[in-house]
């Protein structure tokens, strides 16, 4: 990317970003899943929009054919690098090659991936082998580059110097505290300096993944830090959040409306400052609860 520009959160980054780059006589294209705030920030957009199930190319496809035979001026194609409430890695390489095929744009809120995901953790475009090939990139400063807030958008500089110059949050906004940035620039130099945090962060990913699927709980994801327990019935996660929080395990039970209705879930997120003893306690605690709960036998 040549350029980038600061928000004070990635949903400000995403608010401001559909409207000021798209009209009318414009269409998006985007996943069912992607975060609440590309939801939002299409909302604002008066561009045609159009939207395809989650990593589904095949419905993707037919959604440009569309755009396409409406005469849409430019298409820009929406979507989550990662979709945070499953731990699912989007197919950019099908999404790029589709993009690629009807000249459409693609943007990629990287949020759930920057900084840990890919061999140098550059991201899901680097996981998914597609460098260079994504248009526009949004991503925050509070979940591995720093844990407080800010956001930011980088793309080619004609981009962001429009974005600068029309992007509303970012000109009627405050902008980011020092402190904050001092922290994520230092974080960035941890990143860049080797591969220590990523690796512990995976194996305790798979720590996790392995000892909770041998306890019998059904996972949602793959190859994901984002490991969601799935429950399906709202009740019975919110409960179990609970039981796991008197454990002292911090967890949020997720359901509708945040998630469809039958697929509550506790989202978990492994850190690599977790311990193997530490996963271990975890799964501990998961497993005596939930036969307690009667979610595993």
Request: aromatic residues 8%.
């Amino acid at each position: 990317m040549e350029d980038a520009i600061l928000y004070s959160s990635c949903f400000d980054a995403n608010g401001g970003l559909f409207e000021t780059l798209l009209g009318a006589e414009d269409a998006i294209i985007s996943d069912a899943l992607n975060h609440a705030s590309i939801i939002d920030g299409v909302r604002l957009c008066k561009a045609k929009r159009y939207r395809y199930a989650n990593n589904d190319m095949a419905e993707l496809e037919a959604r440009l054919k569309e755009a396409r035979k409406a005469g849409a001026r430019h298409v820009l194609i929406a979507t989550d690098g990662v979709f945070s409430m499953d731990g699912v890695i989007a197919n950019l390489k099908g999404v790029c090659d589709l993009a690629d095929k009807y000249d459409a744009l693609v943007m990629v809120d990287d949020s759930h991936a920057v900084g840990f995901v890919g061999e140098n953790g550059r991201g899901s475009h680097e996981y998914c082998d597609v460098m260079g090939r994504v248009d526009i990139i949004t991503g925050t400063l509070g979940k591995a580059l720093g844990g407080a807030s800010g956001g930011y958008t980088a793309a080619r500089k004609e981009v962001v110097e429009w974005l600068r110059q029309r992007s509303r949050p970012y000109l009627f906004s405050n902008s980011l505290a020092p402190a904050i940035v001092a922290a994520s620039i230092k974080v960035l130099e941890m990143v860049e300096a080797g591969a220590e945090l990523r690796d512990r962060l995976w194996a305790n990913a798979r720590q996790f993944r392995e000892q909770m699927s041998a306890a019998g709980f059904t996972l949602a994801g793959a190859d994901h830090a984002i490991i969601p327990v799935m429950l399906g019935d709202a009740v019975v996660a919110q409960k179990f959040a609970r039981e796991l929080q008197k454990e002292g395990i911090y967890v949020t039970g997720f359901f509708y409306p945040v998630v469809p209705k039958g697929q509550a879930r506790i989202r978990t997120q492994m850190s690599a400052a977790h311990t193997p003893e530490q996963i271990t306690r975890a799964v501990d605690a998961f497993t005596r609860i939930g036969k307690q709960l009667g979610v595993i036998a």
